[in-house]
């Protein structure tokens, strides 16, 4: 996102990401075809999540955002993390998510990876705010 601040946002389902996208296709689809949908629908839910988030905080700041389209990048948090941590940014805002779906709560954190010019001016919007 760029604006106020720009960041780079993550988003990591705490659970197995195939239940994620199992409770929200269906129980009844196999496994063959939920894994097949997979790709396609974590980069629909993260741009859902990332989109209310970047709203909310826009609307709270009173600032605005230009939202890119996500792209969707499999491995382990960390392993993510760190490699755009070293290449995009120095610091790290994390927001833990909770998302309830029919019976189920999924929970899991939303990353959003600063620059040190962002991280002024986040904590200039927060000191205003």
Do not use: W
């Not at 197995?16 to 296709?25: I, Y």
């Not at 496994?31 to 097949?36: Q, S």
């Amino acid at each position: 996102m760029t604006g106020a601040f720009d960041a780079h946002s993550m988003l990591f389902p705490e659970e197995n990401s195939m239940e994620v996208v199992r409770l929200l296709m269906g129980s009844h689809l196999s496994d063959e075809l939920v894994a097949d949908m997979q790709e396609e629908a974590l980069i629909e839910i993260g741009n859902i999540v990332l989109n209310a988030c970047i709203g909310s905080i826009a609307t709270t700041l009173g600032k605005q955002f230009d939202v890119g389209l996500p792209v969707f990048e499999s491995g382990k948090p960390m392993d993510l993390l760190s490699a755009s941590v070293t290449s995009k940014a120095d610091g790290v805002l994390l927001i833990r998510i909770n998302m309830e779906l029919s019976n189920s709560k999924v929970k899991g954190y939303l990353a959003f990876l600063l620059g040190p010019t962002s991280q002024e001016n986040l904590q200039k919007s927060l000191k205003t705010f």
